[in-house]
Structures are given as structure tokens and as C-alpha cells.
């Protein structure tokens, strides 16, 4: 079989199918990559050294609840992938019922040597994600999650009865949505940056993309969703190895060792405390990116230099808003109101002083909120007039 979409990679066909919907491109892009990860499972790889790279991931969009259309995103991605009938996750679940689910997932494939390979691979879709971690810092269940990522050969979890439940090569794919604030609800300040939280992607949108008053379903979109599932199911197929062209490998190379170097400078690519494990863990994400655009584009399993600068610059635009799923988790709630009115005077561009106050006063006196705009000002995030009382963003 061959694939229906013809001169479009799956990723392309499926913006399309997605353009008239108020949810961020960003969204759906990751979406995306996040349903053909899915589709390989366990069965693509890349061997890096002494490592084997998996293509799974952990998406989280991030964005006011109701605003950004998050959930949506997510439902029309899942819709298709259901469509593959291959093994998903409930967004409530307990760190046992996960485990078992596992277990009970373990399947084969012959790889293209002829060896008859095992792996429980899944795929989580949960709206939520403080339902799928807890909300009440279920720390054993963070660690869980961040073990699974590395997608182990062999994963051994004693359960109560002493007795021990292997799961054999795990494979975990997480999509997942969650509101700003998940962090404070879900995390301890310290354990910001590392662990989990650097195994993910966080997608932040503030806004829908368009406003769309009378959503309707074209015949072409109908044709164009029965061609994303024919052909995610043919990447569903796809086994083997994935690697680098000779011309890819120089150019990641280089990029690689331009990274490091500056890293071991201080220079890293996000310049925030909290991302500095994510940075030293960004190859790997980049890597995974590549196995899934790579399938995206067709069935060859060799990684060309289009690919990689694709995947560089999808993730270089995701990283721009990044920081902000951290904002305000300092070490005091003047933390949290900075970083609220950092984002409603961006929006606004410029407002009256007292007038911003009517929108804080029930979370704030009024010293706090002067002195946070103090801090504001001091740090050049904004510009105040004395004389009009207007608080100007700068950007």
C-alpha cells in the first residue's frame, strides 16, 4: 500500500485539515508530532552510542482554561489516532493501573532482521494533566513518569504482594493539556526544572488563533481525515532504524558541539534557571522530533538536513513562550502577581495605574501591588509615568 496524501508530508496535510479551527497552529503541530510518535511505538529507533533513542514524547499544551482551545486540539488529534486501534490511556489513572496496563500491552514485532521483538508500548491522551499526575504532589508517580520516559528494555515493578510485574520494552507517549497554574498545584518549588519537567515540551499559547463563530465540516476535510488515518496507519507499519545522513550527521555534529560550548559558558538557549536541565536533555528531544518528522515525510528511515532544520525550528519557535509555564513559581506570592501583571499589562500595552488596580485589588494591597510594580520597573519590564500614572509594557 501506498499512501493517499501525495507532495504533502502527513504533518502538512494534517494543518490543513486543522486550519479552520480557533486553536493555535502550535497546538496542532505538536499534536501532530505527538500522534506519529504514537503510531511508531517502540518499533523505530535510533542508536546513539551505547543508548537507543525512542520517538515517544511528553507534550504538554498550556493555556487559560477555555481560552486557547486546548482540549480541542487534543480531541481531533485523538480522533484519528483511535482510529488505529492501538493500545491508549484513560486520563485518570492510578500509578499501579498504568503499570498493569503496561504489562497487559506487551506485543511483537519482527524487525527487519527477522528477530521477533517485544514492547508494550502507549499512548496517553488526558485533557488534563494534574487528573493523569494528581494534584496532590504524588511524588512516587512524578518519578514513575520520569523512568518511563527513557523507554527501558526491561522496567520491574514489585507490587504488594511481593510479587514482580516485568514490563518489557516500555514505551510511553504522553499528550496532554494543562492551564498555567498546574505547576504550584502539582510541584514543590525545588523540583522545578529537573526530572519530569525537563522530559517535557510545554507548548504556551495566550490566545485562540482565529475566532470562528459557526464551525462546519467541509467534504474536503472529510476526505482529507479518511487520508490521515490511511496513511497513519501505514507509519503505524514503519519499523527499524533511524539515523542521519552523512550531510545531517555534519550538520548536527556542529550544532551539537556550538551548543555544548556555549552551555559550558553559561550562554544556554533558554536563559532561565529553571530550563537548565531541559537544555543539557534538548538533543534528545531533538532527536525524537526527527524520528517522527522523518516518518512524517515518508518512508525513508534516513534523516536529511530538511528534517533536522525543520525539527530545530519547530522547537526553536515552541521555546519562546516556554518559559512562561514556570511564571511566577518563585519563592513567594509576590512572585505569582508579578507575573500576572506582566501578562494583562502585555496585553494591554498601556494602562492607567489605578484603573489596573481595580483588576488586583482582591488579590493584592495596595503596597504589594505598587511595590511589585517597583520591582517591575527596576527590572525594565515596564515604563511609569509619575505624571499621567501610566504603566507602559516595553516589551
Known amino acids: 500500500m501506498s499512501r493517499i496524501i501525495k507532495n504533502a508530508s502527513w504533518l502538512d496535510a494534517y494543518l490543513k485539515y486543522v486550519d479552520n479551527t480557533e486553536s493555535p497552529t502550535s497546538y496542532h503541530v505538536w499534536t501532530a508530532l505527538s500522534c506519529i510518535a504514537g503510531a511508531l511505538q517502540r518499533k523505530c529507533y535510533m542508536t546513539w552510542g551505547l543508548e537507543t533513542i525512542y520517538p515517544n514524547m511528553y507534550v504538554v ?23 488505529l486501534d492501538l493500545v491508549t490511556v484513560s486520563e485518570s489513572i492510578t500509578p499501579q493501573a498504568l503499570i498493569t496496563k503496561m504489562v497487559n500491552a506487551t506485543t511483537t514485532y519482527i524487525d527487519p532482521q527477522g528477530l521477533v521483538r517485544p514492547h508494550s508500548s502507549l499512548t496517553c491522551f488526558s485533557k488534563e494533566l494534574s487528573t493523569l499526575l494528581g494534584a496532590n504532589q504524588n511524588f512516587q508517580y512524578l518519578a514513575y513518569m520520569t523512568d518511563f520516559w527513557d523507554s527501558h528494555d526491561s522496567w ?36 522545578i526544572g529537573g526530572g519530569f519537567t525537563s522530559r517535557c515540551i510545554f507548548v504556551v499559547e495566550t490566545n485562540k488563533a482565529k475566532h ?15 487520508a490521515l488515518v490511511h496513511d497513519l496507519k501505514l507509519i503505524a507499519l514503519y519499523q527499524g532504524e533511524y539515523s ?26 533558554i536563559d532561565d534557571p529553571n530550563f537548565r ?61 508579578i507575573y500576572e501583571m506582566i501578562q494583562y499589562i502585555g496585553k494591554k500595552g498601556k494602562i492607567n495605574r489605578d484603573a489596573m488596580y481595580k483588576n488586583f485589588y ?34
Open 277 to 337: 536541565a531541559y537544555c543539557e536533555r534538548r538533543s534528545t528531544h531533538l532527536r525524537k522530533m526527527c524520528i517522527a518528522l522523518q516518518a512524517s515525510n515518508g518512508d525513508s528511515r534516513q534523516i536529511t538536513p530538511e528534517t533536522w532544520s525543520q525539527a530545530l525550528t519547530i522547537l526553536e519557535n515552541t521555546e519562546k513562550q516556554m518559559t512562561d509555564v514556570f511564571g511566577g513559581l518563585g519563592r513567594s506570592d509576590q512572585g505569582q502577581l
Open 156 to 191: 520491574t515493578y514489585e507490587t504488594i504482594k511481593r510479587s514482580e510485574d516485568p514490563i518489557i520494552g516500555m514505551c510511553l507517549n504522553i499528550l496532554a493539556a494543562s492551564a498555567p497554574d498546574w505547576m504550584s498545584s502539582m510541584l514543590p518549588v525545588q523540583a
Open 212 to 226: 470562528i463563530a459557526l464551525p462546519t465540516i467541509t467534504k474536503d476535510q472529510e476526505h482529507l481525515k479518511r
Open 61 to 83: 499544551l498550556v493555556g487559560s482554561a477555555g481560552r486557547t482551545r486546548k482540549s480541542l486540539a487534543i480531541n481531533i488529534g485523538q480522533n484519528i489516532f483511535k482510529e
Open 244 to 269: 542521519f545522513t552523512t550531510e545531517a550527521s555534519e550538520i548536527y555534529k556542529n550544532w551539537y558541539l556550538d551548543q555544548s560550548k556555549n552551555m559550558d559558558a553559561g550562554e544556554y538557549p
Open 362 to 395: 482582591k488579590h493584592c494591597t495596595w503596597r504589594e501591588f505598587n511595590e511589585a510594580l517597583d520591582g517591575m520597573r527596576a527590572s525594565g519590564f515596564v515604563t511609569y509615568s509619575l505624571e499621567t500614572r501610566t504603566i507602559t509594557f516595553n516589551g
